[in-house]
């Protein structure tokens, strides 16, 4: 029996300049396309199975990274494929159902092999439920709009990233299409009005889950520390059982400098074009705001990061 989802929806007047009408979702202030609306139910009841491995982040927490660590910890004798294919061919990314205008190139023509009367919408949620094999699914939607029983069913990875260096990476991205400034998309950021919504009502979501087995936390902050330490905790996790001559594999496959050169990394749809990484250094908004509006967020995140555990980590 399909599950209604419990939430609101207000349209909002402004028009984004990248996914243009926006609906809010309430509760928690999640902003997103207009087109969600059409596929929130059927995501909120998306059929998991329990081989599958999930991918849900904020935006630009270090998604691209570990999503390719984790197909390559799934994959680890096929990793020339990354070559060749990009991460939407290799993960089923179901929020592109509401965030492209159209599928995705060769996505239609899949479904269409598959499943010749396929209907022309809701592609990526079609060719997953028509998948045979493991799937890896990702989605920047935070756990109160994905279906409830997911935990119970299969295993989800989570990232989290210092939210001053989120923004920082938000804006180093948004830059190549939009004409926004770092102030101001400081204060988008801090007042939770940006794409995909409020930083911390996504964290919380996922931080308030964390002692549930299927469900396990990565630090961008930690991967750069120590990502053998990280790809270990994360072979455990998933139980792919690699060795350690495997996991150094995995770590020189999934350095920034070899994923920043793969040619599957890059942008070239309209006016995004090329990579998808700046730099991907930890502390990359350090000096980059006004003094005062610096310290504002500071307290904005002490502030925020109080009321998700006392102990948080982006506490200091």
Request: glycine share 6%; hydrophobic share 40%.
């Amino acid at each position: 029996m399909e599950k209604e989802i419990p939430v609101t929806f207000e349209e909002k007047a402004e028009v984004n300049p990248r996914v243009g009408k926006t609906v809010l979702v309430k509760p928690g202030d999640t902003i997103l396309p207009i087109k969600y609306k059409s596929y929130a139910k059927a995501i909120y009841n998306f059929e998991y199975k329990g081989d599958d491995v999930c991918l849900f982040t904020y935006p630009k927490s270090g998604t691209t990274w570990v999503a390719e660590i984790i197909w390559a910890m799934t994959h680890i004798d096929e990793l020339q494929r990354a070559l060749t294919e990009n991460l939407s061919q290799r993960y089923f990314f179901i929020d592109n159902d509401f965030v492209q205008e159209l599928p995705m190139e060769g996505h239609i023509e899949k479904l269409k092999a598959k499943c010749p009367g396929a209907k022309e919408d809701g592609v990526i949620m079609q060719l997953a439920a028509l998948e045979k094999g493991r799937r890896l699914i990702w989605s920047h939607l935070p756990f109160d709009l994905q279906n409830p029983d997911i935990l119970d069913k299969c295993k989800v990875v989570s990232v989290m990233r210092h939210p001053k260096d989120n923004m920082f990476s938000r804006y180093m991205f948004f830059k190549k299409f939009v004409d926004i400034g770092l102030p101001n998309m400081a204060w988008t950021f801090m007042t939770g009005n940006p794409i995909y919504g409020n930083y911390w009502h996504h964290v919380s979501e996922a931080w308030k889950r964390r002692n549930h087995p299927n469900l396990h936390i990565m630090f961008y902050e930690d991967m750069k520390v120590d990502i053998m330490a990280e790809l270990k905790k994360l072979n455990e996790f998933l139980g792919t059982n690699l060795n350690e001559e495997q996991l150094k594999e995995v770590a020189k496959h999934t350095s920034f400098d070899n994923m920043r050169q793969n040619p599957t990394m890059t942008m070239t749809s309209g006016r995004l074009q090329g990579s998808f990484f700046h730099k991907g250094e930890v502390g990359s908004s350090k000096g980059q705001l006004p003094p005062e509006l610096d310290a504002q967020m500071d307290a904005w995140i002490k502030e925020n990061a109080l009321k998700v555990d006392p102990a948080f980590k982006y506490l200091s």
